[in-house]
């Protein structure tokens, strides 16, 4: 993936990390940049993820503390 380096906390990387297979990304890069983008755009549902899973996401970001 090419763009800019961003710099994240290691316990939140691992985290997401722990949830690629679930979520259904191939990388952690990959996770953040969708859901960065979802959060500009508010367009969650343009992703590679079903109205199901990206609902899933949310609940699992939101038990985490991130949302």
């Known amino acids: 993936m090419a763009g800019r380096p961003i710099e994240i906390p290691e ?5 997401l990390e722990g949830l690629l297979e679930t979520l259904g990304f191939d990388s952690v890069e990959a ?3 969708f859901i960065v983008r979802a959060a ?14 990206i609902a899933e996401m949310k609940e699992r970001l ?5 949302l």
């Open 11 to 15: 316990d939140l990387y691992a985290k």
């Open 31 to 33: 996770c953040v940049a």
């Open 40 to 53: 500009i755009t508010g367009d969650a549902a343009a992703g590679p993820l079903s109205d199901d899973e």
């Open 62 to 66: 939101a038990d985490l503390g991130y």
